[in-house]
Nanobody, 125 residues
C-alpha cells in the first residue's frame, strides 16, 4: 500500500504559477509511475501529466503541454508539478496517483491503484 499526500494548492491569478508536491510513503521501487489528475467542478477527472518513477520520463496531456512540468525526486519520494501561465480553466481539485510497480502507465485514471486526497487550485481573473 502506498500513501500519497498532496500539497501546494492555493489561489492564484490567471497567468500566475504554482508548484504542487506529492509525497509518497514508499520508495520509487513500489510504483511504476506517478501522475497528476485534475477534477474541475461538474467535470470528469482529467489526467494531466505522469512520470515514470524509475526513468523520470514524463508525459503530458495536450491541455497542459508547454505550461506544466512534472518531475520526481526519488531520494525524497516526491513528485512535483510546476504549473505556469495558469488559466481560469485550470481551477479544480488536483490529485496525485500512482500505478503499482510492474504495471504499464497511461493517463487513464482507472489504471491507478493509489490516490491522494487532493489539493485545491483556484485560478481567478
Amino acid at each position: 500500500q502506498v500513501s500519497l499526500v498532496e500539497s501546494g494548492g492555493g489561489s492564484v491569478q490567471a497567468g500566475g504559477s504554482l508548484q504542487l508536491s506529492c509525497a509518497a510513503s514508499e520508495s520509487s521501487g513500489s510504483t511504476a509511475c506517478i501522475a497528476w489528475f485534475r477534477q474541475a467542478p461538474g467535470k470528469e477527472r482529467e489526467g494531466l501529466a505522469r512520470v515514470n518513477t524509475q526513468s523520470g520520463l514524463p508525459f503530458y496531456a495536450d491541455s497542459v503541454k508547454g505550461r506544466f512540468t512534472i518531475g520526481r525526486d526519488n531520494a525524497k519520494n516526491t513528485v512535483w508539478l510546476n504549473m505556469f501561465f495558469l488559466k481560469l480553466e485550470d481551477t479544480g481539485m488536483y490529485y496525485c496517483a500512482a500505478v503499482a510497480a510492474g504495471n504499464i502507465c497511461t493517463l487513464d485514471a482507472d489504471q491507478y491503484h493509489y490516490w491522494g486526497k487532493g489539493t485545491q487550485v483556484i485560478v481567478s481573473s
